[in-house]
Nanobody
């Protein structure tokens, strides 16, 4: 089992930045890739970014447009999502996920965190 705990969400004004964290615990050696997803009110969960553990293969959703970056701290078993130039359209609950493949489909991820809420508003 792998447990994932997100943090770092909150309120931010348009144009601002947030850094989300996802700490993994448990049998962390059993997964290979990490992903971030988000779910806005009334919408389906959507892919944000996925990255293999090597960091050599990372895929971002088109709407990211260079504003977000995923990076890892292996020593802390933590994955971060740095989000810049936030807009109200980025308001959502953000989830990290762990699984064997770095893909955009939520179904390939075995483990999910509880989510952290991000609200972008003036």
């Amino acid at each position: 089992q792998v447990q994932l705990v997100e943090s770092g969400g909150g309120y931010v004004q348009p144009g601002g930045s947030l850094r989300l964290s996802c700490v993994a615990s448990g049998h962390t050696g059993s997964f290979y890739s990490m992903g971030w997803f988000r779910q806005a009110p009334g919408k389906e969960r959507e892919f944000v970014v996925a990255s293999r553990s090597t960091g050599l293969s990372t895929a971002y959703a088109p709407f990211v447009k260079g504003r977000f970056a995923i990076f890892r701290d292996g020593a802390k078993n933590t994955v971060y999502l740095q989000m810049n130039s936030l807009s109200p359209e980025d308001t959502a609950v953000y989830y990290c996920a762990a699984g064997p493949l770095a893909l955009a489909s939520p179904s390939v991820y075995q483990y999910w965190g509880q989510g952290t809420r991000v609200t972008v508003s003036s």
